[in-house]
């Protein structure tokens, strides 16, 4: 099949080049995985995006996560434009701020308090000064796998042989920082049983991405987690879940209620500001009353709980509460996921999504049962091939086989049979 028309969208990336540093201002938007240079998006409405050459995709990537009701929905749009109409911000109390807190803690058993920040990164590099600020100890666990934004900290991978020392993988990361880091695979008890023996005294905290859904879909035992809990408890390690992608999105309350495990501090992001740029932190009273202007640790923000941002999440925080969204929400990714799935299974492909929730996740070569980072192939044609096809024939996913998809509110049942159609199609000539 020929290619889509992308003149526009090439001689764009062209001028982007000459602007931003790949000619992009968030290095997986480059498309360098998939090969060719990005689709540059003109608009959105419901499940549909349109690009500037005029193509029409229905949208899993919905903005990397945050689009749970999908594009232009009309109560955030609303929203956005009442409160636009009041100024765009006042670096003042606004009584918005009040309104996203109540919508979220009234529901939240498992924090007291909240703070709101700008990003997902931002939200992780505060709440860990917080647990840091909190325990007195200095060192943090976290796990091969699980990513926590560009958190100098949390841009290490694991050092080599039995080491738990991590080593930075980013440029610019000392290796002091990164050494103030361990890092455990995922899912491995023996290995998190001694981790804690050995560095009980220094460790501040322990983060996870309860839910790891930013390296494949790495779905992990429930034991690991109560294991992972109860040492946390028992050696007065802070147990941070970084629900920044799996908070009101597996459920209102994230992965805490999934699993019914209660975490000491928790981060969001994405969902939490309606497509508009909202990050959070929270923890019970006790830990919160640390954070400045109460307590010793600081942080700030010049448009922290920006009155428009605030009024987008609020919006689509609402919606989300309704009695019944979230089931639907899985029950009508479950019908997708199963028709594809079903397809492939008939044919023998080695493929299969992966699902909770309403996230999924293209698995190739029968690794379905992945729960560790280092189990994913990294050759990735297989993705590359099907992520070619769909573009083609009207689908778009994120650009890279690490990312997980996601379905919307605006993703009919009509609509997601078409787009199986279309998932079984290119699976016809991926496989072919
Ligand atoms: C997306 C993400 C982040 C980073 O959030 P940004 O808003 O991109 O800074 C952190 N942690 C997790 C689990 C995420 O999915």
Known sequence: MNGIKKTNSES?????????????NSPVRAFKSV???PLFIKKGDGCTIWDED??????????W?????????KGIYDGVVAALQNGTGFGAPTVLENNLAELILSR????????????????????????????????????????????????VKAGSGLATLGTSSSAGVPEEYANETL??????????????EESKEDLACAIIEPIPANNGLLLQDKSFLLELRELCTKYGVLLFFDEVISGFRVGFNGAAAYFDITPDIVTYGKIIGGGLTVGAYGANNEIMACVSPDGPVYQAGTLAGNPVAMAAGIA??????????????????????????????AKGYNFEIVTVGSIFWLSFAGKKSIKSADQIDGKM????????????????????????????????????????KVFCDSLDVVFA
């Open 65 to 73: 996560g945050p689009l749970i009701l999908g594009h232009n929905h």
């Open 183 to 196: 890092v455990l695979p995922l899912n491995d008890i023996d290995a998190l049983r001694i981790c804690f």
């Open 316 to 345: 689509q925080l609402t919606e989300c509460a309704k009695p019944g969204f979230y089931e639907d929400q899985q029950k009508r990714t479950e019908l997708f996921v199963n028709n594809v799935n079903a397809h492939a299974y």
């Open 381 to 420: 044609d297989g993705f590359k091939n099907l992520f070619r096809e769909l573009l083609n024939r009207g689908v778009y996913i994120g650009p890279s086989g690490y990312e997980v998809g996601f379905i919307s509110q605006a993703h009919t049942p009509e609509k997601l049979e078409v787009a199986a």
């Open 54 to 63: 005029g193509n029409q995709f229905i949208d899993f990537c919905c903005s």
């Open 108 to 155: 939240n058993p498992y924090i007291d308090k909240i703070r709101f920040v700008s990003s997902g990164t931002e939200a992780v590099m505060s709440a860990l000064r917080l647990a840091r600020g909190y325990t007195g100890k200095k060192k943090v666990l976290k796990f091969e796998g699980c990513y926590h934004g560009h958190v100098d900290s949390m841009l």
């Open 35 to 37: 090969g060719g240079g």
């Open 12 to 24: 764009l990336f062209e001028t982007a080049k000459t602007y931003f540093p790949g000619g992009v």
